[in-house]
């Protein structure tokens, strides 16, 4: 769970890719990160200071600006709709309106210069 001291800051980093179990391997060898399975299609990593995610390319992102190993930035906000009015009005795109997944509520937006970005919250 996300404190109030880190709203509107970077989170989480989330990788699409095309393998997990592949994914889970290399990182975890080359540099011991940590774990946790939330079904076939999502992974969470630990690096021991950064949580972060592998999610299937064809699961979470089909076609999207993220191909397969491109980081997704996560960021977090207290105020998710509150968050989403303020991108819309700088001009953000949104790209995946706010939907539920195991812990929380995010969306999927693009800047001004089509970057997809993402903004979860707890609540």
Not at 18 to 34: C, L, P
Not at 60 to 80: E, Q, R, T
Not at 86 to 97: D, F, Q, T, Y
Not at 108 to 119: I, K, Q, R, T
């Amino acid at each position: 769970m996300a404190k109030s001291g880190d709203d509107q800051r970077i989170d989480y980093v989330e990788f699409s890719v095309a393998d997990i179990a592949r994914s889970r391997e290399f990182y975890g060898k080359a540099f011991g990160w940590s774990f946790k399975d939330y079904g076939p299609s999502y992974c969470e990593f630990n690096d021991g200071r950064l949580t972060g995610g592998f999610a299937l390319e064809s699961e979470h992102n089909p076609g999207g600006a993220n191909k397969a190993g491109g980081p997704l930035v996560i960021l977090y906000a207290n105020d998710l709709a509150a968050t989403q009015q303020r991108l819309e009005s700088a001009g953000a795109k949104i790209v995946k309106p706010i939907y539920a997944f195991p812990g929380g509520r995010r969306f999927h937006f693009a800047d001004l210069d089509g970057y997809e970005l993402a903004v979860w919250s707890d609540k």
